[in-house]
């Protein structure tokens, strides 16, 4: 994984200034977790304090600066947080010890979307639920062909994000059934359209 820590630092910027509705989103996403969670791509930490009623989160995070600032929110955070480095097409874990997994603007930025949520399926327990929370391609034919114009710029500043994806279609084709809503985050830009729901093993 390539550092990239300008936008690391860049990214607790743009947290401190999201507006109200992306942060209940963000609230909205965890509410629900339970057990032990895996979040997937945790960045910088920023989900930790909304954890409640969790046995124990296990975060993933590849980029080096993000990975070192999710681990001093770790120890700020109410419920147990570990951190590791790692990316979400090769996780360190067995099979099934997973009650939640939460991702959240994570999908758009793998290598592999499709090989990443395989390995979330294989980690999950066959009850468990995926909480997510990412950005997806436009709905409009002329947005969609915009971001896939903007991309190669956007992916390049933005850690390899990539504006034009389908998440939702990558963990259909892994295997779950997925139930969301859509919704609009921030000012129009090239990742505005959020998708916020579930994930369940069929």
């Known amino acids: 994984m390539k550092s990239h820590p300008i936008f690391a630092r860049a990214w607790d910027v743009l947290m401190r200034l999201a507006p109200p509705h992306e942060k209940r989103n963000r609230d909205e996403l965890v509410a629900t977790a339970s057990g032990t969670v895996l979040e ?3 960045g910088t930490g920023v989900n930790f304090h909304r954890y409640r009623d969790v046995r124990l989160v296990v975060a993933v995070e590849p980029e080096p600066t993000m990975a070192r600032r999710a ?3 770790a120890e700020e955070a109410t419920a147990p947080v570990r951190v590791l480095r790692g990316v979400a097409e090769a996780l360190p874990f067995a099979d099934g010890v997973f009650d939640t997994i939460v991702a959240c603007n994570v999908l758009c930025s793998v290598a592999d979307p499709v090989r990443a949520a395989v390995e ?11 909480r997510l929370y990412e950005h997806v391609r436009s709905l409009s034919p002329r947005a969609g062909r915009a971001q896939d114009r903007i991309q190669p710029v956007w992916s ?4 390899g994000c990539h504006p034009n994806r389908d998440p939702v279609a990558a963990l259909r084709r892994s295997g779950f059934e997925v139930r969301y809503r859509r919704v609009s985050v921030g000012p129009p830009s090239p990742v505005r359209p959020h998708v916020l729901g579930t994930a369940t093993l069929r």
């Open 71 to 73: 681990r001093r929110r």
């Open 156 to 159: 390049a500043v933005a850690a």
């Open 40 to 42: 997937v791509g945790a």
């Open 120 to 130: 979330l399926r294989r980690v999950l327990r066959r009850r468990g639920t995926i």
